[in-house]
């Protein structure tokens, strides 16, 4: 399936990304390199610039005239370039239920999401400030999520999975997530995602961890 960025890569605009990956541009350089009007690639640039694709990168001086404004790809817009985050996850998934078996490949992710919520946690903080931080932090991993507070809890639900890539074939992965949650809010957390067609997170948020 042709993902947003292969379509968009095929347009002036994609292409434009492309240039300024590579190294920083100005406009002239960017309209003649893309075969248009030095007009039509400010105006490109300036709607990638809102977009938070594009920023400045200081100036260049040539011999004569007026410097001309260099702009190169966002440190955010890299993140959207293809990447083999989940190739390669899978294929590390795999090599440990190979090696150490499913409980254990299990234990050991469920450690890497206690590890990566180390930094969120706090002492102190009540369980509904928690379930939001935890929801926050799954949103900054990609996740769109929602708080809805239901009976004996709270219950964090997903409209994506940010590692459908390697949950849809390795169940086990889904116990990061949940180790995650559990350990930003310090409560018992049951994960009760769906992997099947388009994976969604859901966590539901029972009570306190004895």
Not at 37 to 44: F, G, I, K, L, P
Not at 72 to 101: H, N
Not at 157 to 173: E, F, K, M, N, Q
Request: glycine share 12%; aromatic share 4%; with cysteine.
């Amino acid at each position: 399936m042709t993902n947003w960025f292969d379509t968009m890569a095929s347009g002036t605009r994609g292409r434009l990304l492309t240039l300024v990956r590579r190294s920083a541009r100005t406009i002239n350089e960017l309209a003649r390199e893309l075969g248009i009007s030095d007009n039509a690639a400010r105006t490109h640039v300036a709607a990638l610039q809102r977009d938070g694709m594009i920023e400045g990168a200081g100036v260049l001086r040539g011999t004569g005239g007026k410097p001309a404004q260099l702009y190169r790809l966002t440190a955010g817009a890299e993140e959207l370039f293809p990447k083999a985050y989940t190739l390669v996850l899978g294929k590390v998934v795999r090599v440990l239920e190979e090696r150490e078996g499913r409980e254990r490949a299990e234990q050991l992710l469920r450690e890497v999401g206690v590890r990566l919520a180390a930094e969120h946690r706090a002492d102190g903080r009540d369980v509904a400030s928690g379930v939001e931080a935890a929801a926050t932090v799954l949103r900054s991993l990609g996740g769109d999520v929602e708080v809805e507070r239901c009976e004996g809890g709270w219950r964090l639900r997903g409209y994506g999975c940010p590692l459908s890539g390697v949950t849809r074939d390795h169940a086990v992965v889904c116990g990061l997530a949940e180790a995650l949650v559990e350990e930003i809010v310090g409560c018992l957390v049951r994960e009760c995602c769906q992997r099947n067609g388009r994976p969604r997170c859901v966590f539901e948020i029972t009570g306190p961890v004895d």
